[in-house]
């Protein structure tokens, strides 16, 4: 069974540049979970879908950061402008149930 | 909303010794207690988990338990081996069984195992 695929792998951007993130999940997880995970700490939830729908995105800084869903599949995560601070690794998860299955995340420098 | 805390964040066990790392949580109506191991380049995998009806879960070398009462859950990993070197999360949910999920996790612990 293929695992959650991201891409890119990582990526370097200077402030107030704009980045966008892909994920796919393994095949037939209708749930979808963005994580940023800032060095030495443990991942925080930005956005969950069910299907299409959006279930929980209270974390997520709405004047910058957006995500989509399209077709209960694919999904992007998207900084626009990006800030120093958000230099991280975005991880994209799924699950069928209960366990929750990790891609390998995408490293993001701001300069 | 819920905190996990998490101790201690570095632990250098010596090969063939046990291993105990430890998290409190805030939310008694948390439920579900997963623990990831990740290593360096990797996104978090799931290791073991429990559920708030258990006190204990093995799987092998790997044990987890659970006190509702005091809000604290353990993982413990006996015989370790080098290939257990990583850094490891818990982490705590209210959530359902039907997917919906919203994790908590700890700092993490990086263990590294000494040959």
């Known amino acids: 069974e293929a695992g959650v695929a991201q891409s890119p792998r990582y990526k370097i951007i200077e402030k107030r540049q704009s980045v966008a993130f892909w994920c796919n999940p393994i095949?037939?997880?209708?749930?979808l979970y963005w994580y940023q995970q800032i060095l030495g700490q443990g991942p925080k939830l930005l956005i969950q879908?069910?299907?299409?729908?959006?279930?929980?995105d209270s974390q997520l800084p709405k004047d910058r950061f957006s995500a989509e869903r399209l077709k209960g599949v694919d999904s992007t995560l998207k900084i626009q402008p990006a800030k120093l601070e958000d230099s991280a690794v975005y991880l994209c998860?799924?699950?069928?149930?209960?366990?929750?299955?990790f891609g390998p995340g995408t490293r993001l420098t701001v300069l | 909303g819920e905190n996990v805390e998490q101790h201690p964040s570095t632990l250098s066990v010596q090969e063939g010794d046990s291993a105990v790392i430890k998290c409190t949580y805030s939310?008694?109506?948390?439920?579900?207690f997963p623990w990831y191991k990740q290593e360096l380049g990797k996104g978090p995998q799931l290791i073991i988990d429990?559920?708030?009806?258990?006190g204990e879960k093995k799987d092998q070398r790997i044990a987890v338990t659970l006190n509702k009462t005091a809000k604290h859950f353990s993982l413990h990993i006996t015989e370790t081996q080098p290939e257990d070197s990583a850094v490891y999360f818990c982490?705590?949910?209210?959530?359902?069984?039907?997917?919906?999920?919203?994790?908590?996790f700890g700092t993490g612990t990086r263990l590294t195992i000494i040959p």
């Open positions: 982490a705590a949910s209210r959530g359902t069984n039907f997917g919906n999920e919203k994790l908590t």
């Open positions: 939310d008694s109506a948390s439920n579900y």
């Open positions: 998860a799924s699950s069928l149930v209960r366990e929750q299955f």
């Open positions: 879908f069910q299907n299409n729908g959006v279930v929980d």
């Open positions: 095949s037939g997880h209708a749930t």
């Open positions: 429990i559920r708030s009806n258990v």
